[in-house]
């Protein structure tokens, strides 16, 4: 059965001290505590190799928020994924709307940094949702469904089935505004039903789709509820442990 996940995604905030601090207390309360789901944490790459050092021997992952779509060579100021994975970091964010939307990152682009993200064994936590207008113009399913097949789709099964899903509607993006838990299961299952068409119903079942956007403590136990709903990436909700592990503990 596919994985339910918890993902936080810090983007541009913290300090690396900061960054230690959330990981001390995120540790201490998960401690002795049962978690019904893989959680995950992504840092600024500058984090990464010391707060994977943190979270050593406990059951949290750690996750990049970008990577190179080259393996190595001359390109000033880029990150690898192989330098993702030596810190201890085994999975990465790809294609954020934000990165879609201030750095032009394109499909094709995308395309590359999820193939090399994968070998070098990371986890891509692939993002895919729609802009306000594009659902109100009822063209959410093709926009995502887009996405998908633009960056996706030329994967073998294989390794198709190595990545995680995000679906988040970029209106829904750090504004308080959370598509309801019917918009959320409604785009889920035709999402899977998209990955079913391409690459048939194991993969499908198999592939965890995350929902973001807005996603606390307040709401996740009703999104997480939806049978295509395999969990969340958490923004603004993941910046304190606190405020962090409800939403963890929303599995339980
Ligand atoms: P948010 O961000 O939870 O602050 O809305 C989610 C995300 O962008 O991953």
Redo the contacts with the bound molecule.
């Keep these: 059965m596919r994985k339910k996940i918890v993902a936080g ?1 810090w ?1 541009m905030n913290k300090t690396l001290q900061e960054g230690l601090t959330f990981s001390t207390e995120l540790k201490e309360l998960l401690n002795n505590k049962t978690i019904n789901c893989e959680v995950v944490v ?1 840092t600024p790459f500058i984090h990464l190799s010391e707060v994977s050092k943190a979270f050593k021997g406990t059951k949290v992952h750690v996750a990049a928020q970008n990577c190179a779509n080259k393996e190595s060579g001359a390109y000033t100021g880029e990150i690898s994924a192989a330098m993702v994975a030596s810190t201890g970091a085994n999975h990465v ?1 790809l294609g ?3 990165r879609r939307a201030y750095y032009n990152e394109t499909p094709e682009l995308l395309k590359e940094k999820v193939v090399v993200a994968l070998a070098n064994n990371l986890t891509p936590i692939f ?1 895919v949702g729609e802009v306000l207008e594009e659902r109100e113009s009822g063209k959410h399913f093709e926009v995502v469904a887009a996405q998908l097949k633009d960056s996706l789709f030329e994967l073998s099964k294989e390794d198709f089935s190595k990545l995680v899903i ?1 679906y ?1 509607p970029v209106w ?5 505004k959370t598509a309801s838990a019917d918009q959320a299961q409604e785009i889920h299952a035709f999402i899977r039903e998209t990955l079913t068409e391409k690459y048939g119903k194991e993969v499908a079942d198999n592939t965890s789709i995350l929902y ?5 403590a307040g709401n996740a136990k009703e999104l997480f509820s939806n049978p295509d709903v395999d969990g ?7 910046l304190e442990a606190d405020k962090f592990l409800p939403i963890i503990e929303a599995f339980n």
């Design positions: 995604n983007k992504g964010i954020h709307s934000e993002c995000a988040e829904a993006i750090g504004t308080g973001g956007g807005s996603c606390n969340g990436l958490i923004g603004g909700a993941s």
